[in-house]
Nanobody, 119 residues
Framework: QVQLVESGGGLVQAGGSLRLSCAAS????????MGWYRQAPGKQRELVAAVIGGRTNYADSVKGRFTISSDNAKNTVYLQMNSLKPEDTANYYCNFEVWSPSLGLKGYWGQGTQVTVSS
């Protein structure tokens, strides 16, 4: 089993910054991908940023403002968020795709952390 624990959310003013962290623990054979998703009230959950190997991709709405990074030795993924806007307000969830001999590739979700940006 794999558990993901998130931290770093909070309330900030527009133009401010936050850094989210997500650490995985448990039976991890290898990690295929790491990513961050968000869901605002009344909207579908959307991909914010992801990394597979050394390659990254971002939602158009956050390009140039957000940066995803990872520390593979610690099984941890980060999301640095700069120039925050009120429309960034959402619950943010991390996701790991983990490979194991018995289950193959399986996705795991963090518990979510709330980011609120005031105008």
């Amino acid at each position: 089993q794999v558990q993901l624990v998130e931290s770093g959310g909070g309330l900030v003013q527009a133009g401010g910054s936050l850094r989210l962290s997500c650490a995985a623990s448990g039976s991890i054979f290898s990690i295929n991908a790491m990513g961050w998703y968000r869901q605002a009230p009344g909207k579908q959950r959307e991909l914010v940023a992801a990394v597979i190997g050394g390659r990254t991709n971002y939602a158009d709405s956050v390009k140039g403002r957000f940066t995803i990074s990872s520390d593979n030795a610690k099984n941890t993924v980060y999301l640095q968020m700069n120039s925050l806007k009120p429309e960034d307000t959402a619950n943010y969830y991390c996701n790991f795709e983990v490979w194991s001999p018995s289950l193959g590739l399986k996705g795991y979700w963090g518990q979510g952390t709330q980011v609120t940006v005031s105008s």
